[in-house]
């Protein structure tokens, strides 16, 4: 996880405002590790109870882009210095005021939106209305969700690469070895920057890379934004309006419930997988609802914290389950413990804003790549040769990059105009994220046009819940509060289980898990 979320404050940087401000970098880097930890710990105790790993989500980048491209959040022009101060007044080399305090706005409309759309979730997750939901949602609209989100965010990885493309590189090239040195390179994107940043300073300090500020190519020194290490503190705690109260409009509210639905979707499918890792049985559906439900509290707390992201479950640490055979709970909840840590360390945070661009540029190409790859890998369980998957594939995705495009382009600004200007951003926001326009395409076109089950992919799609639910306590409520489960409403509470009290004949009472059932009409369209 430790890539994805560092990479996402660095994403954020130019479309907020604070690319030129890398103490700002710093400081949101910490705040992200430590809303990480902090709902790390709250889903393995209180929610799922999994060995999963919460933190930020890719899924919230694409709308929180479409919303800082209007107009309003247009970033401040500004000709204040990159270099590190080369005098004793810091503050006087440092950028300006009203360059500093850009972001904060952005932020807080960010901020307002992320907090508002998670009471959606947590109303979708507590309320069970998860499965029906999912029930609609197959292959063909999760592919083209998830792989708009990696290729929507490529100018990004252009953008930071482009100031020395060889250093970008330098992290595939190493990772391709065979050998057993490399090895572990290809696995760890962690070692992948360590290797690459030292050999930028190793180019930094034989003169291989430019002294001028003024060029592009001066980012690429590992010491270009060295100051910040200087100016950063030793310890500081993030806290819940940290970047003043957050702002709420009705449009950014609306764009950013696209990135909900998709995390929401995305996570459903990580439960199945880390139980299947973990050697728990498959998730009983009290369980999914209490895991999105408390994913919807931990994007609350991340809006509150000013982390610019929401949170999600981490499909990497599933895969490093099953790598480690590792599936401990309480190794995750360590693990919580050690990111909160690190996010009191200012300089810590400091540290990872000084990383050169074109590393950066590095890792985002390898990220957003990964990203775009897992959404194509739902597609193995569609039939590709059947003409109406292709068509519905191919056209879901060239839809959902084409029509956000058009509407970026400067000769059709303030094309959308219904005469109601809230109404008008609502739609310019919505019309411009890509993954809502491909995912609901995919969506429409997958439950309208004719095609069974399995050409569809649903049959596979669909896991069986009700298979082994003898070990289901692992599921169960901590700290004696698996007596709410024993009383005759929780067989009504969605997130809640049901044990019945029984009597065994001898006076003495059992308690007897009872999973809920479907109507048997409904078992086909089962999650």
Known sequence: MFGSTLAIPLVLAKPMCYDQNPLATSEIISTIFFVSGLCTLLQTIFGN???????????????????????????????????????????????????????????????GAIMVAAMFQILIGFTGLVGFLLRFVGPLTIAPTITLVGLALFQASADFSVKAWGRGYTIFRKNSKKNLFFFPLYIDILLGIVFSWIISAIITAAGGFTDDPKNPQYLARTDARIYVLEEAKWFRFPYPGQWGTPTISVASVFGMLAGVLASMIESVGDYYACARLSGAPPPPRHAINRGIGMEGIGCLLAGAWGSGNGTTSYSENIGAIGITKVGSRRVVQYGAVIMIFLSILGKFGAL???????????????????????????????????????????????????????????????????????????????????????????????????????????????????ADQEDLNVYDLPFGLRKLSTYKCAKYIPFLPYYPEESNGAGTVELKNVVPTEPESDKNNAV
């Open 49 to 111: 109870r999994l060995p999963i790993v919460q933190g930020g989500t890719f899924s919230f980048l694409t709308p929180t882009i479409a919303i800082l491209s209007l107009p309003k959040w247009q970033c401040p022009s500004s000709s204040a210095p990159t270099m590190a101060p080369t005098d004793a007044n810091v503050s006087t080399n440092l950028p300006t005021t009203v360059f500093t305090d850009a972001w904060k706005p952005r932020m807080r409309e960010i901020q």
């Open 352 to 466: 990872f804003a000084t990383i050169p661009n074109p590393i950066v540029g590095g890792v985002f190409m390898v990220m957003f790549g990964m990203i775009t790859a897992v959404g194509i890998s739902n597609l193995q369980f569609v039939d590709l040769n059947s003409s109406r998957n292709l068509f519905i594939l191919g056209f879901s995705v060239v839809f959902g990059m084409a029509l956000p495009y058009w509407l970026s382009k400067p000769e059709n600004k303030g094309i959308i105009n219904t005469g109601e200007p809230e109404v008008d951003q609502i739609i310019t926001v919505l019309l411009r994220t890509n993954m809502l326009i491909g995912g609901i395409t995919g969506l429409i076109l997958d439950n309208t046009i004719p095609g069974s089950l399995e050409e569809r992919g649903m049959t596979v799609w669909r896991h069986d819940t009700e």
